[in-house]
Every structure is written in C-alpha cells, then in structure tokens.
C-alpha cells in the first residue's frame, strides 16, 4: 500500500475538497505549485465533443488524448509530448466520454514533481468521480426546481412554536410578496387569516405530539388558489432542519381565474362559459355549485359540463380536477 508523502498528504485534502471551492480546485492548485516549485499547474477536464475546462494556468492548451498513446496516470517531460522542456504533465481517461491532466510549468521544477504527478492520479480520478456526480445532480436538481417553481410548490419547516426553521427559495418568495402568509415576530409563521393561524397552530402541535399524525391542508386563498399542506417531519437531521416538527408545503396558483380562464380556452379550446364552469368544478365546487356561482341553471351547466368532458378527455369531474390541475396547465 503507498502511504502519501508529506507533500502529497498536504494536496490531498484541498484536493478532494476542491468539488466544493469558487473557483474549483484552487487551493489544490496553489499548494502543488509550491509543492513542484512551478510557476503554474493546470488542471485540464477534456469532454469529448466538448469545450475543455481549464483551471489554473491557462497558458497552455490542453493536449491529453488516450487516442494519441499516452499511458494514464505516467507522467511525462514536455518534449515527450511535444510541449516545452519545463513542462510536466499528467493525464488520464476518466471514463469513455471524458479525459483529464495535470500540468506543472516552471524553469525550476523539484526533481520530485513527475513522481508526485503520477502519485497523485488515483486522488485526482476520485475526485473527478465526485465532481461529475454532483454535476450531473446539479443538473437534475435545476430541472426539478424549475418544475417546482413553474407549479409554485414551495416547503417550510417549523418547530413546535411554528417558528420557520428552514425554508426553500419558492416558499421564500411567497413570505416576501404574498400577503397570504409572512414571517412574524420571533420567526413566527403567520397566515393573514386569524382563522387559518389557528388550523396551523393546532396542526402543527398535533405533529409535535405524534410524529404519525395525519397530514392536515389548510386553504388560504380561493381567487388565486393557495393551499398549504401540514405533516409531520419525519427527517433525522445532524444540522439544518434539527429543531423540525412539522413541515409545511405550499402549493400556489400564481394567476387569477381569469387567466386560468383563458389558458382552458386556449389548452383544450372550450368556449370562455366553458372554461369558467370547468375551472369552478376544477376547485372542488359541484355541478349545482358552480352553476349558481356563474348565475346558470343546474340543466345548463350539466351541458356544459358534458362538453367539457369530451374536450378535456376526462370521464367525470375527478378526472377533470387531474386534467386541469395536475396537467402542465398548473405550470404555465
């Protein structure tokens, strides 16, 4: 088994701490410049078909490709390779789509730096590892944040004295402009509605009480619709969110009933009566209901409601509810 160096034991730490650095790997950087005596290292990630991304000194262009018949992890002078004679690098294939180096540049190199280079090329291929998987997440997560935000769903957490202990960016927005909901004295979550506050209060002390309670919903707004869900938060956690009890998620309309009237006039091409019954039957009301909320008879809004169901494809009013408030309407 190799034991690390002195020198190597100093680089492996910003080394795999580098993933998490602005800019990435700097520190790492630094020390093995000083290490090697260089007056750059570079650290070059090679995607195929990609731009090339290039830390450090930038002087040289990366040059590192299996298909040229380098050994991974050897490191070689600069003549070798056809660079210049105070040149040492490093590469490697990471996997089939990506290759990486590591180059040390100076007219005074340590004698030691081939060897540490290649010493350190199982580090650098594990940290690469770690790099991709949290970039790949990273694209992931932006996916789904943008998914969440177009739906308005936003997630709060509270302690036993509803005071928010953590939130997301989408619930954060909704504290800074919606008057629906605001932090209060003592980061207190406060609904405008005395009667709502009081739902919240007992819901979350049910949660505080029994981490199985049932998840409570709470309305706070019909015109644009706002609904917050109350369930207990069942999460372990070593620091962020460990005062938790209940986790509060919110799920927003972000337009009126006269926009969403008109996106069902557009989406499924339902005359505008169409598209205010439908949004009506959508929010829960019965056919009687909503007939009398748009001033029609029962008969007519029956009618309607038939028309409505062959245009949106849906066999009854709770497929009707999935159609319009589970479709991409709710992202638009």
């Not at 970039?135 to 936003?154: D, P």
Request: charged share 25%.
């Amino acid at each position: 088994m190799h034991i690390p160096t002195l020198g190597e034991a100093e680089l492996l730490v910003p080394l795999h701490e580098g993933v998490f650095e602005q800019p990435l790997w700097s520190t790492f950087l630094r020390r093995l410049q000083r290490e090697t005596r260089a007056e750059t290292a570079t650290f070059a990630l090679l995607p195929e078909g990609s731009e090339a991304l290039v830390l450090g000194g930038k002087e040289l262009k990366p040059t590192y490709r299996p298909t040229e018949g380098l050994r991974d992890g050897r490191a070689y002078a600069g003549p070798e390779v056809g660079l210049a004679e105070d040149v040492r690098i490093v590469g490697w294939k990471q996997d089939d789509a990506l290759s990486c180096e590591l180059v040390v540049r100076g007219s005074a190199l340590a004698s030691s730096a081939p060897a540490l280079l290649g010493a350190l090329v199982p580090h650098l291929k594990s940290a690469v590892r770690v790099f991709a998987a949290l970039e790949q997440e990273r694209g992931r997560t932006s996916v789904k944040e943008e998914a969440l935000r177009r739906m308005n769903f936003g997630w709060i957490l509270l302690d036993a004295k509803c005071r928010i202990v953590e939130h997301d960016e989408q619930a954060g927005e909704n504290l800074a402009r919606s008057g629906l909901l605001r932090r209060g004295p003592y980061d207190r979550l406060m609904p405008a509605s005395a009667e709502a506050d009081r739902k919240l209060t007992r819901h979350v002390a049910a949660c505080a009480a029994d981490p199985d309670a049932r998840p409570r919903t709470i309305n706070l707004s019909r015109d644009p619709w706002v609904d917050i869900l109350v369930s207990p938060y069942r999460v372990e956690a070593l620091t962020a969110g460990k005062d938790a009890v209940a986790a509060v998620y919110l799920r927003g309309d972000r337009t009126s009933s006269a926009d969403r009237h008109d996106q069902l006039v557009e989406v499924f091409q339902l005359t505008r009566s169409e598209a205010r019954l439908a949004w009506s039957m959508a929010q829960g009301l019965s056919i009687a209901e909503a007939a009398a909320e748009h001033g029609l008879t029962v008969e007519t809004a029956r009618n309607y409601s038939k028309k409505i169901y062959a245009k949106t494809g849906a066999r009854g009013q709770a497929d009707l509810v999935r159609h319009v408030l589970t479709s991409v309407l709710a992202m638009a």
